[in-house]
């Protein structure tokens, strides 16, 4: 917002004026202001990120409920117990071929 503080009317402007604020802060305030809105990109492209992240996870959790509720139709008790056991004992060849 503080790239305009030359114009008198911009929100830039009127805080310069209201709050006396000199040429050499204004200089200060945009140098920082940079640096700010680069965080800001990158904060946003993070949240995006975990987004996708979230939909992804949820994804995989929902495809392994399914499939483990087709597994709990078909084998008796003993069998899901033991294959809840297998899932849990390998974990990596679970991860390469669950989506």
Known sequence: ??????KRDSLSGILVR????TAQQGKQIM????????LSTNMQ?????????????LHKQQVFRDRMKKCQ????????VKLLL????????MNS???
Not at 1 to 6: G, I, W
Not at 18 to 21: F, H, N
Not at 31 to 38: C, G, L, M
Not at 73 to 80: D, K, N
Request: charged share 25%.
């Open 45 to 57: 492209a993070s949240v995006a990120l975990l987004k996708n992240l979230k939909h992804l996870c």
């Open 73 to 80: 139709e078909i084998l008796t008790p003993l069998q899901v």
């Open 1 to 6: 917002f503080f790239e305009d503080y030359k």
């Open 18 to 21: 209201e709050l006396g604020i």
């Open 31 to 38: 140098v920082h202001r940079k640096t700010i809105q680069k």
């Open 86 to 93: 297998w899932v849990d004992d390998n974990q990596e060849m």
């Open 97 to 99: 071929v669950c989506p």
